[in-house]
């Protein structure tokens, strides 16, 4: 008899205890080989050599392409094994020769395919380009490691083939691997042992422990320096795997036991049907986990059905696996062959009817093995026991059902949910009833159809995990994130600052994607935008309002045949539904770039059409989403037509979301527009309210800008540079709504509050305008300026220079001033302007009731631009007495 030993750190060794077992032939009965039995310490042993090798990191420190090369020289080696391999799998498993032909060919084949997926499809290293968190900006990416020691615990039904399931992608990933084959199938492992031995892998990469689950079984699944387990096997003791790996957390995968459904509807090719039901049940005598062993057949072709299976597995060859003209052998051992028994048994006191089998049959010559006849068992109701557990042997139970809809509910009620068939010359319905079935796998027409590129495992009590292909690799390592900030150090950090009494967080990063064309008669250039970046296809989104003023005609006329149709719904505060509408236009008239011609509300919704083409769904889909976006949008022109949101160059976009009953946004260095194109012609038509209402949401943004905590000196430049021109030409065009040279710096003005506020937030004023607009409708402009000047005099001691500086902005005469009162005769000066312009200057004359300022305080205070607030705000009587000193 041939003798084999353990394989552990790189060596063929006896148990430490000596002890040995016997494998034996299930063709024969007989032993015919002697094996070293594991116990616990040979596990240990083991375990600390996998460790050591880990440890190491000869193997999980290579790159991939030299661990790769090292597993084709493992490869060749088994396939230098291949016909040993076979005949030793046969007798071990019991598998007829030309199944376990294919078996261990796969074997090889297996580890060269995946082992080329993981060195070109794989991404070990993957960046985040777009990490969602404006807050900490840098650098992030994502790592594959190994997980460590992992530990393969196989069953007996495909021992070379389920082994090399958990060997390839774990030692491809870079980990190191003990194996425990099954103690009726320890063989083929321990030769693919003498294979990575012959293939000179580092010692401890891979080891072999042949023995029988007990202790051996439980040092595995415990030993808190095995990090991860893969377990094949019943469900019963993967439930007990799970309990032992999780006092010590490990990662587990488990691909357990099934009940599968194979689904034959009444239009399918009854050869093909009849076929694929035999042979999903009968291959390997049934001892497959994803067998199809409860075979569901229509009431109208059920008894020719069934009697079709019949005639063909009664004409199945039972016979010794090494005979070429068998097509079942025998079962694996003799307590396997005792649980179909029961289980036939049990089958016939529960009613269903024994069509045929249900007895053992004796080879001749082969008398000692463990040979069952193939069984049906017809009229089988889906809660008997035959059909609910798994019986692992050639039995199959035949279930009657009417409809498709009754089909898939049968094939649902079950613990299991590994695999499945459905048999119709339909496909579009076959898919139908696959996709309703809640199970790993479905086949159609089809059985038993594995592929290394394509996942395996279970739903439910089936499993957890996937094996094979890109998933399986994944279950075989770790994800790391790496971050490396913009900035390394503690002022630069937004969420350091949490911490530290100085909130001001100095350093920034300046994106300035927008092309600005400022001056009268700019439109002309609107062509060449287009062209520049790559568009031929204009689509203009304009609003009711604007298109009354001509201003939508004088763009559609500069562009002539780049202007491919018009979309002029878009309502103030455009919604969800607006921007649908405009990207199903732009869809249909397969337009390649957007121009947005009208204010902040247009521009949004620009904006927000933009992304929807690029990334195709609706807007939904991207609201609310915070730098998430990794790549160029589509392209967007703009052509303001207001002096106030700053729109045109700013990252974000505001939607309101009728559902949520908010306004929400889009926060994305992407969306920023492409263009933008400041001509005062476009402004002449504004009305005197919006011209004033939305000057002052500009002074708002500049101001907030350059007293936030994250203002830098290019926010400050074009901040004060906003103010300044604001403060001077306000007065002018409200005197002249002709007047264009004052129309001209309003709109520059704008825009550079835009980049100012883009590049260093917003401040409680803000919060607090958001509010009343959400809750009572007050334009925002007009919001902004009535709370503005009361929002600067509470920061005052936070933002002292910086507002003494926006008082010079405004004009005011500071010399000889002290700065503080500098910094309060700013807040002054805005009043002024605003009465000067005829702004509305407090909340009772815009519509918001007394009685609701306590609200309106708690719905500020959780406003996110208070994060960026001069002053800290924690306390909403503070915010409270501004809403009330502004009432
Ligand atoms: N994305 C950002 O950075 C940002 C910043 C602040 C505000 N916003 C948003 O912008 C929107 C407000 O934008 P807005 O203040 O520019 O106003 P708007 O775009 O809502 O336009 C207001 C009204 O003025 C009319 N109008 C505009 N230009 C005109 C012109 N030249 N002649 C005659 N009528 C004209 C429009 O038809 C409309 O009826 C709000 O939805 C707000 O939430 C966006």
Redesign the pocket.
């Known amino acids: 008899m041939e003798q084999y030993k353990l394989f552990i750190d790189g060596e063929f060794v006896d148990a430490k205890d000596g002890k040995t077992f016997e494998s034996i032939d299930p063709g024969t009965g007989l032993p015919f080989a002697t094996v070293a039995q594991a116990g616990k310490a040979d596990a240990e042993a083991a375990i600390a050599a996998a460790r050591r090798a880990f440890d190491r990191g000869d193997w999980s420190g290579l790159d991939m392409a030299a661990r790769i090369a090292k597993l084709q020289d493992f490869a060749d080696q088994i396939s230098q094994q291949g016909v040993r391999m076979v005949l030793t799998e046969c007798m071990d498993a019991g598998q007829i020769i030309g199944f376990a032909k294919t078996l261990v060919m796969w074997a090889s084949l297996l580890l060269r395919n995946l082992a080329a997926y993981a060195a070109t499809k794989f991404p070990l290293e993957e960046e985040v380009l777009a990490s969602g968190n404006p807050f900490s900006p840098g650098r992030d990416y994502v790592r594959r490691e190994p997980v460590g020691v992992c530990v393969g615990i196989v069953p007996w039904n495909l021992p070379s083939t389920l082994a090399m399931w958990k060997i390839a992608p774990a030692l491809i990933m870079g980990n190191t691997i003990v194996v425990k084959p099954a103690s009726n199938t320890p063989l083929t492992a321990l030769i693919l042992a003498e294979a990575a031995k012959a293939a000179d892998l580092p010692k401890g990469v891979f080891n072999v422990l042949p023995g029988p689950g007990g202790e051996l079984g439980k040092t595995l699944c415990t030993h808190p320096d095995v990090d991860k387990i893969a377990f094949t096997g019943s469900t019963e003791v993967g439930r007990e795997i799970m309990r032992m790996a999780s006092d010590t957390v490990k990662k587990v995968t488990l691909e357990l036991g099934g009940k599968s459904a194979n689904i034959i509807l009444d239009d399918a090719d009854m050869d093909l049907a009849v076929e694929g039901a035999c042979f999903g049940t009968f291959l390997h005598q049934g001892q497959m986990c994803e067998s199809g062993t409860r075979v569901l057949v229509p009431s109208k072709i059920y008894d020719e059905f069934v009697d079709r299976m019949r005639k063909r597995v009664e004409s199945y060859r039972i016979g010794y696996q090494l005979d070429p003209t068998s097509h079942m052998g025998p079962v694996v051992s003799k307590a396997q062959l005792a649980t179909v028994e029961h289980y036939v048994n049990l089958g016939k006191e529960e009613g269903a009817e024994l069509i045929t089998g249900g007895k053992r049959v004796e080879v001749k010559g082969f008398e000692g093995g463990y040979y069952y006849a193939p069984t049906i068992f017809a009229n089988v109701d889906n809660k008997m026991r035959i059909a609910q557990e798994e019986i692992f042997g050639p039995v199959v139970c035949v279930i009657k059902y009417g409809s498709d809809e009754e089909a898939v509910a049968i094939a649902n009620d079950s613990i299991y949910g590994l695999a499945g068939g459905v048999f119709s010359n339909n496909i579009a319905r076959a898919e139908r009833v696959a996709r309703g079935v809640r199970t790993g796998t479905m086949w159609i027409n089809d059985f038993h159809v594995f592929a290394e590129y394509c996942p395996f495992g279970g739903y439910k009590q089936s499993g957890v995990g996937r094996e094979l292909g890109h998933w399986g690799l994944e279950e075989y390592t770790q994800v790391k994130r790496i971050h490396v900030p913009a900035f390394s150090d503690r002022n630069t950090d937004f969420l350091f600052n949490l911490l530290s009494d100085n909130k001001k967080v100095e350093g920034f990063s300046y994106v300035c994607p927008t092309a600005v064309i400022a001056g009268h008669g700019s439109l002309s250039s609107i062509c060449k935008a287009v062209v520049e970046v790559g568009s031929r296809r204009a689509l203009i989104l304009t609003?009711?309002?604007?298109r009354k003023?001509g201003?939508a005609d004088l763009v559609k006329n500069a562009l002539g045949d780049f202007c491919v149709g018009m979309y002029d719904d878009i309502p103030?505060?455009p919604d969800l539904e607006s921007v649908d509408g405009a990207a199903d236009k732009a869809r249909e008239l397969q337009a390649d770039c957007i121009v947005s011609v009208?204010?902040?509300?247009?521009i949004?919704a620009g904006k927000t059409v933009c992304v929807t083409l690029k990334g195709g769904g609706k807007a939904n889909d991207y609201i609310n989403r915070w730098y998430a976006l990794s790549e160029p949008q589509t392209p967007h022109i703009v052509v303001p037509?207001?002096a106030?949101?700053?729109?045109e160059v700013?990252n974000?976009?505001?939607i309101t979301n009728k559902t949520a009953g908010r306004?929400l946004f889009i926060a994305d260095p992407r969306i920023t527009p492409n263009a933008a194109i400041l001509d005062p012609r476009?402004?002449m038509?504004?009305?005197k309210d919006?011209t004033v209402g939305?000057a002052m949401?500009a002074m708002t943004h500049a101001v907030e800008a350059a007293t936030s905590i994250m203002a830098n000196q290019i926010c400050d430049g074009q901040a004060f540079q906003a103010i300044r021109l604001i403060s001077e030409n306000l007065p002018l065009v409200v005197a002249d709504g002709k007047n264009e040279k004052a129309r001209l710096n309003m709109q520059i003005a704008a825009t550079m509050a835009?980049w100012s506020f883009t590049i260093a937030q917003l401040g409680l004023a803000h919060a607090m305008a958001h509010t009343v607009g959400t809750l009572h409708h007050v334009p925002?402009?007009a919001a902004c300026g009535i709370v503005l000047p009361h929002v600067m005099r509470f920061n005052v001691d936070h933002a002292t220079s910086k507002l003494a500086l926006v008082a010079q902005a405004l004009g005011v005469d500071a010399k000889g001033m002290k700065e503080r009162d500098a910094a309060l005769a700013a807040a002054d000066a805005v009043e002024a302007l605003m009465e000067k312009v005829g702004h509305p200057m407090r909340l009772r004359d815009v519509g918001v009731p007394e009685e609701d300022l306590v609200r309106c305080s708690l719905h500020a205070i959780a406003d996110s631009n208070v994060l960026f607030n001069a002053r800290p705000v924690s306390d909403p009587m503070e915010v409270y007495n501004l809403y009330r000193q502004a009432y």
Request: no cysteine.
């Open positions: 609003d009711p309002g604007v003023a201003l103030q505060d009208g204010g902040g509300s247009v949004d037509t207001t106030g949101t700053g729109s700013t974000a976009a505001v306004k476009f402004t038509t504004l009305p919006m939305s949401d835009g925002h402009g």
